[in-house]
């Protein structure tokens, strides 16, 4: 996905086609020292502006369509970070079909930095008319592993299984629908009772199904 913003800063320039905006992406990526491989899994927008374990495992057992406005409750961090991590990608989704930075739900899952990336790469989508979206097997899937807590912060291992796919907005036709496994290291505050990313950055990708998601 945009997945997620990983921290990768392209230079500024100005957009008036979808030709300029993808030279943009494209030196924002090598700026950034990624390696590029064309059309990887949705989840990694690296390809976009310059865009993604010996810890207590917590998998939610919530479905990731239940979580997103949910009421803030008095439970276990565990349990709450785990919510946060599914709302965070629900609310990914929502904002990217159609593209929408100024999607209400970004604000809830992400803070900062991490909110401002999410915005500008789906502006990104937005200029060059893609939306992502859930694929007809619909296997996306997300596991959060916790390294470290304390009381307003934790570092979070995501493990995700991405098989969205990236369409053409105009022709609805699909132009990327490569599966993969990443792994993803999410850094995160506790914010008026809710968990929200402050900075999303991958730590791996492998094609297909990798270990952390069986």
């Known amino acids: ?38 059309r990887q899994a949705t989840t990694d927008d690296s390809e976009l502006v310059a865009p993604d374990i010996a810890m207590s495992s917590v998998p939610s057992s919530v479905p990731i369509a239940v979580v997103a406005g949910a009421p803030v409750v008095d439970v276990a961090p565990e349990i709450a970070i785990s919510r946060a991590v599914d709302a965070f990608w629900l609310a990914y989704l929502a904002a990217h079909d159609p593209p929408n930075p100024d999607h209400l739900s970004l604000a809830d899952v992400a803070i900062g930095e991490e909110l401002a990336l999410l915005r500008e790469r789906i502006s990104m989508r937005r200029m060059i008319g893609e939306s992502i979206r859930r694929s007809k097997q619909d296997a996306f899937m997300s596991t ?70 069986r």
């Open 1 to 38: 996905m945009e997945l997620a913003g990983v921290q990768i800063r392209g230079q500024k320039a100005r957009l008036g086609s979808k030709a300029a905006a993808i030279a943009v992406l494209t030196l924002a990526l090598l700026s950034a020292g990624c390696s590029a491989v064309p």
């Open 144 to 213: 959060a592993r916790i390294r470290s807590l304390a009381a307003e912060s934790a570092v979070v291992d995501v493990c995700v299984f991405d098989d969205l796919v990236v369409v053409d907005i105009l022709s609805g036709k699909v132009v990327n629908d490569k599966v993969g496994t990443y792994r993803f290291e999410m850094s995160m505050v506790k914010q008026n009772s809710r968990w929200l990313v402050g900075m999303n950055r991958i730590l791996s990708h492998r094609a297909g199904v990798d270990e952390c998601e």
